[in-house]
Nanobody, 117 residues
Framework: QVQLVESGGGLVQPGGSLRLSCAAS????????GAWYRQAPGTQRELVAH???????NYADSGKGRFTISTDSAKATVYLQMSSLKSDDTGVYYC???????????WGQGTQVTVSS
């Protein structure tokens, strides 16, 4: 099955920015929506943003105005550009493919985002 690999996380101060990448070996996001999820410490994984195959984007309220989800031209990578980061954004970020709004792929290891002074 298609494997997705998350990268780009790290430690950043409040107000900083990070760009997360979700890389697939094929152009899978031509056929499936791509999504980013966050799992904060001690919580369930929550949807942060997704982008459909026609480019429509949606964001959870927590990231609206600060996060931007996009794909590369080959539709093999989904990005999450995060700006004006705050401590509540801390967590492990995972990506997945969506079909009818539901994640269908296996979950990878994610990439850790820590926002702290």
């Amino acid at each position: 099955q298609v494997q997705l690999v998350e990268s780009g996380g790290g430690l950043v101060q409040p107000g900083g920015s990070l760009r997360l990448s979700c890389a697939a070996s094929i152009s899978t996001f031509r056929f499936y929506a791509g999504a980013w999820y966050r799992q904060a410490p001690g919580t369930q994984r929550e949807l942060v943003a997704h982008i459909t195959t026609n480019g429509s984007t949606n964001y959870a309220d927590s990231g609206k105005g600060r996060f931007t989800i996009s794909t590369d031209s080959a539709k093999a990578t989904v990005y999450l550009q995060m700006s004006s980061l705050k401590s509540d954004d801390t967590g492990v970020y995972y990506c997945n493919r969506l079909y009818n709004g539901m994640p269908i792929g296996s979950w990878g290891q994610g990439t850790q985002v820590t926002v702290s002074s």
